[in-house]
């Protein structure tokens, strides 16, 4: 890709209707703006997720107040709760369901890490099954934690060079 | 009829059926054979209108034996009496009659019964698993079970791995003097 601008041919119509950016950074810019959340509410922390998601916190902010039940249509998956070994294949069937690209909040201490169940019957993280792309601490994180972790993701989706790694991908399977 | 001349009318109307009647605080335990167990009952919840069910749990003393004791709290709406009935199960058979058929609610007890703790509810007509998934080989609530549980592997169903307990602090042992030594990290539990 050139990093080279060019003017565009002038037209009126269209005048400032143009943006001029790279197509890595309007990509991201469009995902991390519409993040739909898969809720997977396990236990107590889903309580603080529907906070988080109702008027007073609104993570519409975020453009990410559609909760999508259906993983195909979701693009990242909370994490909120309890994960115990009779529902943890489950949620990685669920994970598995969600079309690329997708990511993962590990909400509160059960889904990070069990949490205060050391027993036989929880899993002891969710990242033991699926790979996790923000923690957030706390029993249960307040919604301003899950926003702040949100806006971690944010971040994190940002910096993503998706276009970059695909088109290196397709060069080195050209070459080989 | 308070519960206390309940405990002494069974044990006449059925001689021989009632090893044992402890009161305490006002409450009544009768200790019962595994014969009379379905006689009895079956008698408490029609003739002495123990309507409700209230819970069935199940003990482990594990050493002792009979190991297992399965609980029963039978409360009478009509007369306002609480009773507890009580029976041994022994190692060598985990078998118990089911109550099911005299209170509807004892066929989910039963099977939490069944789960955690692996007695088994003869005549139940529905004996699964409760908690746990079909297929599960443990009973969780044994004593000689460990506390951050065992692995085990059903291959797209579930599965379970033994827990880090790094000297788990959330049980702790009555009769201690402190905390530090009621904590299992300081019995040196794994
Ligand atoms: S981290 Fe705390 S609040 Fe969240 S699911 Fe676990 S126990 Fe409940």
Redesign the pocket.
Known sequence: MSTELTHAAYDSKIEGNIVFTQLDAAMNWMRKNSLWPMPMG????AI?LMATASSRFDIARFGAEVMRFSPRQADVMIV???VTYKMALAVKRIWDQMPEPKWCIA?????SSG??YRSYAVLQGIDHLIPVDVYIS???PRPEALIEGFMRLQRKIQGEQSFLAQKKELVDALSQ | MTAAETALALQEKFPGAVLSITEFRGESSLMLTMASLIPVMTYCQGELAFDLLIDVSSVDNMGEDPRYVVVYELYSLTTKNHLRIKVSVSEDDLNVPTVSQLWPTADWHEREIYDMMGIKFTGHPDLRRILMWDGYPYHPLRKDFPMGGLPSDMPDVAFSETAPLAGGPFVTSSGAMDRVSAEPRAKGEK
């Open positions: 396990l236990a107590c922390c603080e909120a709760g309890t909400m509160g201490a059960c889904a949490g205060m706390g029993c249960p």
